[in-house]
């Protein structure tokens, strides 16, 4: 069971007998913590999906909060697994077609920049779906050549400029994945 906030997470305690009020069921929140559920543990090495050597009472107690949780609280969503693209894998989302996304890399963070793609997108100020452009961004650059992550030798100015990118990405865009390293 992957708890995707911290209601849900302490929903999962409440109604226990092994449950101590005011435990901090936040430490769930974002991961996988079924083990931890059922062991009724705050310990960060209990947020697994690993059942194994679990008791049958505390596979019962797993069964007992998620029986609770599905019938206190909507499922408003699931938490998806962050996409791994390559550059090449990132190149074919740079709006040339139409039923791909458009994504774009600031120092490996991968965004889905399809609503803002009169800026990005091909015939945008700034076209570089498609593309790693941490130096762009940095340089504040709308040429081509610059889109890399290659930070060799910018100067603080240039590093804030990129932070400032980063920031309006971080509350504008979709983070869906990161960029590896071409094998």
């Known amino acids: 069971m992957l708890v995707t906030n911290a209601a849900a997470a302490a929903a999962a305690a409440v109604g226990t007998a092994s449950t101590v009020v005011g435990k901090q069921y936040n430490l769930y929140a974002g991961r996988e913590c079924a083990r931890a559920l059922a062991k009724d543990s705050l310990n960060i090495e209990d947020c697994t999906d690993d059942l194994e050597g679990c008791s049958e009472e505390q596979l019962q107690r797993l069964e007992q909060r998620l029986a ?23 190149a074919r989302h740079d709006g040339s077609d139409p039923a791909l996304p458009m994504l774009l890399s600031i120092r490996g963070v991968v965004y889905d920049i399809t609503a803002g793609k009169q800026f990005y997108g091909p015939d945008g100020i700034y076209p570089f779906a498609g593309r790693e452009v941490a130096r762009a961004f940095a340089l504040i650059s709308t040429e081509l050549a610059d889109c890399s992550d290659d930070l060799t030798g910018l100067g603080p100015v240039e590093l804030d400029a990129l932070r400032d990118w980063e920031a309006k990405f971080n509350s504008k865009y979709p983070i869906i994945g990161r960029l590896v390293k071409d094998s």
């Open 68 to 90: 609770h949780i599905r019938a206190e609280y909507d499922e408003v969503g699931k938490v998806v697994p962050m996409a791994e693209l390559s550059l090449q894998q990132l």
